[in-house]
């Protein structure tokens, strides 16, 4: 008697918040674990793990990119140019008469200095501090060169941007005075310690933003695993929303943190709500395919 296989199961599908219009980009194709993505006026191929399939456009559209990354140890890699692109060049983001101009870079890793599936929370933040009264005060954590802070200032929040790399806050800096924008705390220190400063000082934000890697070093060589340390971090964090007005954004891209654990950890959070919104942030490419990029969790009062 042949031994009962047990039938594969079926992958469950992705429901993904579609990328913001607002935004100048493109995703292209993906497939074969890279994506072909339009940034503004250049093209370039990136790795992405994510995308498992095969690619549907030809593989000449591929070859045509400004830029194609190779990753070579650990994260780090090289960057190749065929079209003579420039190393840097602007993106533009514009919702509810906000305009902004972003610089991206080519750097040693294949990030260019925006996320842009971002572009819808900061929607939503905007619509968010466009119903609150008053002084708002936000919190941007592991906040990366700054972006969201940016847009949350440039709609009128007093922003404190907080991320471990100096590097990442210069370009941060530059960006803030690209668009004129002057209303943003820049400090260069772990999350974690500078969310128990707050508590002891007794601050209130009614808006926070958290983006944490899957894996990071804080200022002074902190480690940081976001499935060891993102529950401890949530805690401490709910308490430094404001108690009568606020909104919360919070992003995980980690394979070791899916929605089911992530939910299963915020149900452990004192303080935390046990209403909101999840769900998978991604983009959809002109040719077709859907590629989620990371959980999203958010919330307002």
């Known amino acids: 008697m042949r031994p ?14 579609p990328l913001s ?17 339009r940034f503004g006026k250049l093209v370039v191929d990136r790795p992405e793990s994510e995308a498992e399939w095969p690619i549907r456009i030809s593989k000449r559209e591929w070859e045509k990119a400004d830029w194609h990354f190779y990753e070579e140890k650990g994260k780090k890699g090289t960057w190749t140019n065929k079209t003579n692109a420039p190393e840097s060049w602007e993106i533009e983001y514009e919702y509810h ?48 060169t700054g972006a969201a802070s940016i847009v949350a200032a440039a709609a009128g929040a007093h922003v404190t941007n907080v991320d471990s790399v100096k590097q990442v806050l210069n370009w941060g800096r530059e960006n803030a005075e690209k ?21 002891r000082r007794g601050d209130k934000f009614q808006g926070i933003i958290m ?21 401890e971090l949530l805690q401490d964090v709910v308490q430094l ?17 899916p929605m089911q ?15 909101y919104d999840s769900t998978v942030l991604g983009l959809k490419s002109a040719s077709g395919q859907q590629l ?6 958010r919330f307002s009062k």
């Not at 047990?6 to 992705?14: A, H, L, S, V, Y």
């Not at 996320?115 to 008053?134: D, H, P, S, T």
């Not at 668009?179 to 508590?199: M, P, Q, S, Y």
């Not at 989620?292 to 969790?297: H, K, M, P, R």
Request: proline content about 4%.
């Open 261 to 275: 654990k992530l939910e299963n950890l915020l149900r452990k959070i004192e303080g935390f709500p046990t209403k």
């Open 292 to 297: 989620g990029l990371g959980n999203l969790v």
């Open 21 to 37: 219009s607002a935004i100048d980009y493109e995703l292209l194709d993906c497939g074969g674990r890279r994506k072909l993505e």
């Open 179 to 199: 668009n004129n924008v002057e209303n943003i705390r820049w400090i260069l220190e772990d999350a974690r310690k500078f969310v128990k400063k707050a508590i």
């Open 211 to 231: 983006d944490p890697p899957a894996f990071g070093l804080g200022s002074k060589n902190e480690r940081w695993k976001i499935e060891n340390d993102l529950q």
């Open 97 to 144: 008469d906000v305009k902004l101009r972003f610089d991206l870079k080519i750097t040693a890793f294949k990030h260019l200095g925006v996320f842009q599936e971002q572009a819808e929370n900061w929607k939503f933040m905007q619509r968010e501090l466009l119903k609150l009264k008053g002084k708002v005060k936000v919190l941007n954590l592991f906040a990366y």
């Open 241 to 257: 929303l404001h108690p009568k007005r606020h909104f919360f954004i919070l992003n995980t891209y980690s394979p070791k943190l």
């Open 4 to 17: 009962q296989q047990t039938p594969p199961q079926k992958k469950e599908e992705i429901k993904i918040l």
